[in-house]
């Protein structure tokens, strides 16, 4: 079955940086979009950056545009998220997701499959 398993996450001072991966496994890795979705208290999950099934195309939500990079590896079936410049504001569960969509800004109703989830906790 597939499995999606982050690692990365953590507890760090605003203005910090952390690198979330997501092994994946179960599934042609190169056949799925790739997305890094978050979920804070309270919130709706959104979307904060996406990932073409080549790399070719990417997408950032404007709240992290600048600060955070999108990655993927197809050999080593992983997708990564390097999010630099913290704020408090990222504080959150972050989730890998993996979509048959074509696009990279994807949509919750556009998910496949889901990761079990990595916290991010930025202090101020």
């Known amino acids: 079955q597939v499995q999606l398993v982050e690692s990365g996450g953590g507890t760090v001072q605003a203005g910090g940086s952390l690198r979330l991966s997501c092994a994946a496994s179960g599934l042609t890795f190169n056949t799925y979009a790739m997305a890094w979705f978050r979920q804070a208290p309270g919130k709706e999950r959104e979307c904060v950056a996406g990932i073409t099934r080549t790399g070719s195309s990417k997408y950032y939500a404007d709240s992290v545009k600048g600060r955070f990079t999108i990655s993927r590896d197809n050999p080593k079936t992983t997708v990564y998220l390097e999010a630099n410049n913290l704020k408090p504001e990222d504080t959150a569960v972050y989730y890998c997701?993996?979509?048959?969509?074509?696009?990279?800004?994807?949509?919750?109703?556009?998910?496949?499959?889901w990761g079990q989830g990595t916290q991010v906790t930025v202090s101020s």
């Open positions: 997701a993996v979509s048959q969509s074509m696009r990279s800004n994807l949509r919750l109703g556009d998910v496949n499959y």
